[in-house]
């Protein structure tokens, strides 16, 4: 049985192919602003890693804020129940799901089948999201992809007060000005995200193992911050950026 | 779909425009016919205004009215113009930006001849009617009900029960004549029969399917609001019961596909309620009960038939939004219990701020108390700036597949 899921989120589109319960290939790429090209793309991309065809998938699931554009999916799944399903796939015993996608972040409790028991997100405001990254790493003028290992050699975290990103941005760019050193920026932004998606997370009854999915699970100084406030076991699974895909394909597979 | 059961619109429904034409037709006609108009809040005590003769305006219906028909943003945005917060209530600053000259979908209210303002439901109303008192320069009265957070003292019954011999000699100046007591009495007994009626009209929805859903309440609800105390009102819900029983009989209801029941919490998204109900029956889930329409009779129980004048005190300060977050919670799990449901909707309504302000604990304590799930939205019940389709959607999509698994 081979199935496929489709990610379609605000800053990455993702793919996972599955056959009867084993990730066969995955493919990620940005979004951009052509949703239809891009989950096609993706699709054929995961197609080609994995020398199939679609017609030879037999399922289909999309999932994502972009989840209604893939027409020829069987069926469109919100990304809570995804993530839920790809979690349990990767790891069955995961009980919480704490993903940071592009523009939401969101907590899930999972029963031990992989239900969804409960799911929490964030409110309207874009910190605390991977958005929220982005605009602090635009405002540094330094590489997102660099933010982790910056981090790593603070010294003296600094503490970033405003809840709005816009807000937050400029207090950045003020700090800067007085001198504090990128490092320990960079560091309080980690902080920041994670005492966000912290306090958004304790509003559901946070049961270990906690698994991180999305982008920013890459982020090791996002991750040792979340780490300060739920503990060290916090799971990273090498997927945690396609989860969503995963459980869609998983998805696919059980209700084929 | 389940054949055996059909959707067809609420008949009784047809009659709400007409009596609310009229009772419109009369406000504006009310100088004409030497009649007063009072402005006066949702949760304020009406019967007294009924017994003597003066026309009740309700606001915050109107605020309603302006959400339905989606002016909101536009005038909230003109008051914003006029210098009031973005913070504010969105009722409040849509009624002030139409008494100063924006359109509403009736062009603007009546004008008032005075201000009957109750605190029970919130402090906003205070500074909102103080300001239109000023503003049309007529008398105000404030009916202040001190919060119940656990319970109902003597000493709050009896201070409230002397500002209702106060209310009576404010509306006996204005008017310049004396209240009928006995008068009073009989708009008390029309405005408890009003609300039993409502009472029995939402519990018609126990039954599964329900008849009708927290949409159609939303909407039935005007007159319990505006009218009760009339025999305009008892008629309309005599009607409006009846209807539902039939509906029972004849296996019409809401939702026909109907699996998954839900309570709502907050006040409706009045520009939204089409694509709610829509977005929701699409998923077989139907809104079966709510905690805002079921405060026009939450009362009840503390209202003595043969001595209304006694119970004015109790009935208007142990309402649902004036007391503590562990009464409204158990209240809420009643509602689980009653209406079987399976899951909570609670809209955090960024305008209403005791309704809005515990909810995360009452979530947490539904939560401890029961295994029924409880998703928060954020909006606005008549702003649509603080409203996020794709968000929304999302949302509850999740929470209708969690309901399906
Ligand atoms: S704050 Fe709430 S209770 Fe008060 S007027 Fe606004 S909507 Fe009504």
New interface residues.
Partial sequence: MLTAGIDIGSTTVKCAILKDNEIVATAIDFTGYNVKKAWQNILSKALDKAKLSTNQIDNIISTG?GRDSVDIANKK?????CHAAGAHFLEPGVRTVIDIGGQ?SKAISLAEDG???????N??CAAGTGRFLEVMARAMEVDLDKFGELSMVAREPVKISSLCTVFAESEVISMISQGKSREDIIAGIHRSIATRVYSMAS?L?IRSPIMLTGGVAKNIGVVNALKEKLGDNLIINPYAQLNGAIGAAYLAQRQS | MNMEYKKEPIKTKSKMKEIMTNYFLEAFDAKNKGKKVAWITSGGPVEPLIAMDIIPIYPENHGAMIGASKLGEKLVSYAEGLGYSCDLCSYATADIACSRGEKGPIGHLPEPDMLICCNNICSTVVKWYEIQARYFNVPLFILDTPMCHTNFTEDTKEYVRRQFDELFLFLETVCKKKMDFDRLEEVGRLSVQAQKLWQEILDTTTHSPAPMSAFDAFFHLALIVTLRGTEICVNYYRELLEEMKDRIKNKICAVPNEKYRVLWDNLPIWYKTKWLSEKFAERDVCLVADTYTSAWCSSLRYIDENDFLGSLAPAYTRIYLNQGIDTMANEIIKMIDKYKVHGIIMHSNRSCKPYSFGQ?DI??II?NKTKV??L?I?ADMLDQR?F?D??IE??I??FC??LH?
């Fill in positions: 804020y799944i919100t990304e809570i129940t939401d239900r969804v028991i409960d799911f929490v997100m409110d309207k509003r009854d | 995360y979530q947490k939560r799930p409880v928060i954020e603080s996020s794709a968000q999302s949302r999509d999740a597949e969690l698994s």
